[in-house]
């Protein structure tokens, strides 16, 4: 009776470590982030829900739409503008990480179970450049780190670091009695890559004998922008509408696929054809300025045709003197920013949620942005 009992209490419990694992197995292929491909984004256009393609007049132009160049009036020097970007989700995890005792496993084990399913996101960039009437040059160096902790049974940690170093030149030009624009971006890139899964051990033992060599690879890639913005005859409200071909054909890595156990990882910069409108009204005590866009219309970036996840709205007013307010719908969300410019330096802010589901509002990555911009 009681060897009955106890093949039977073994039986339970072998099927419910399937079952456990199975599971585990199920949402580590569900759980993916879907994140839009993309290069740069700027820390104003994110302020005013990453709509900028029929607007597009600073430096940002070469990364948003290279036919904006045309708007700028005056040259400008960036030499030192750092930003860095941190979701939410990251700085949760790294206050609960920091007091993780060398050693302990199990300590690790409950860190990441209790935050299997928070995407992990983290970025740094720096962009000197000249931008002026028409024209503009930089150096770019940018590292993205994403992060996702999957199964919680066995939790495993899926890192993602990309590191990005490159130049770009754009150029743009006027026509039909100023009120065409168009514009052109060339960038080289070189990309460093590495990808790679942490248990919790892994974790939890600084000392682990690993070599970050072994995983990383690295290529280079030259990529072009393309844009068009037409000012309609409107000059109390100046509305121009604008059409970007962001990476045409995609800015491509070669061999540098890393294929994972749930799905293929494209190592690409992907195409993607966006639209926009914008409109401007200047009152006595402020400029208002307004954008819509919808990128992505060709569905080359991501792995979905949902409409809601393709559109933004953004709105700036620029008060007089330093400060300038920002607010916009990115994907589905709130987004607002906030700008002071005390002439050779700037300090900036924003706030928004990437959708990284596989539709508008079914799931977030809430994201905090600052920068600081040195020049004149």
Not at 21 to 30: M, Q, Y
Not at 220 to 245: F, H
Not at 248 to 270: A, R, W, Y
Not at 284 to 299: E, F, Q
Request: proline residues 2%; aromatic residues 10%; hydrophobic residues 40%.
């Amino acid at each position: 009776m009681n060897n009955t009992i106890f093949k039977g209490s073994m039986k339970k419990k072998m099927f419910l470590t399937v079952l456990a694992a199975f599971a585990g197995l199920l949402l580590c292929g569900t759980a993916q982030a879907v994140e839009n491909s993309s290069f740069y984004r700027g820390i104003r256009p994110l302020g005013m829900g990453d709509a900028f393609t029929a607007l597009a007049n600073d430096e940002n132009a070469a990364f948003y739409n290279p036919a904006g160049l045309a708007s700028v009036s005056e040259g400008k020097i960036e030499i030192f503008n750092p930003l860095i970007e941190v979701g939410s989700n990251t700085m949760s995890f790294y206050n609960d990480a920091k007091n993780l005792n060398t050693g302990d496993t199990a300590s690790a084990v409950d860190l990441m179970k209790a935050n299997v399913g928070k995407h992990q996101h983290a970025r740094f960039s720096i962009f000197p450049n000249y931008t002026r009437h028409n024209f503009e040059i930089g150096i770019i160096g940018q590292g993205t780190v994403d992060g996702e902790i999957h199964s919680p049974a066995y939790p495993v940690m899926t890192m993602d670091v990309k590191v990005d170093a490159g130049a770009l030149a754009a150029i743009a030009g006027t026509f039909m009695e100023d009120r065409l624009q168009l514009g052109g971006t060339l960038k080289y890139v070189q990309r460093t890559r590495f990808y790679k899964d942490f248990t919790a051990a892994m974790v939890a033992n600084s000392n682990t004998s690993y070599s970050f060599d072994q995983d990383k690879k690295t290529a280079s890639a030259v990529g072009l922008d393309v844009g068009a913005i037409y000012k309609l005859k409107n000059e109390t409200w100046n509305p121009t509408l604008g059409v970007a071909i962001l990476n045409l054909g995609d800015m491509n890595f070669g061999d540098m696929t890393v294929t994972t156990l749930s799905s293929p990882l494209e190592n690409k910069i992907k195409q993607s054809i966006n639209l926009g409108a914008a409109a401007s009204y200047s009152l006595a005590w402020a400029s208002l300025t307004g954008a819509v866009d919808i990128k992505d219309i060709a569905n080359n970036t991501s792995t979905d045709s949902d409409k809601g996840k393709k559109l933004h709205v953004g709105l700036e007013a620029k008060l007089p003197k330093i400060l300038t307010l920002r607010a916009g719908w990115n994907q589905g969300y709130l987004s607002y920013g906030v700008g002071v410019d005390l002439w050779l330096l700037k300090l900036s802010y924003a706030y928004y949620k990437e959708e990284i589901g596989a539709y508008a509002g079914q799931r977030e990555d809430a994201r905090h942005v600052v920068q600081l911009s040195l020049g004149w």
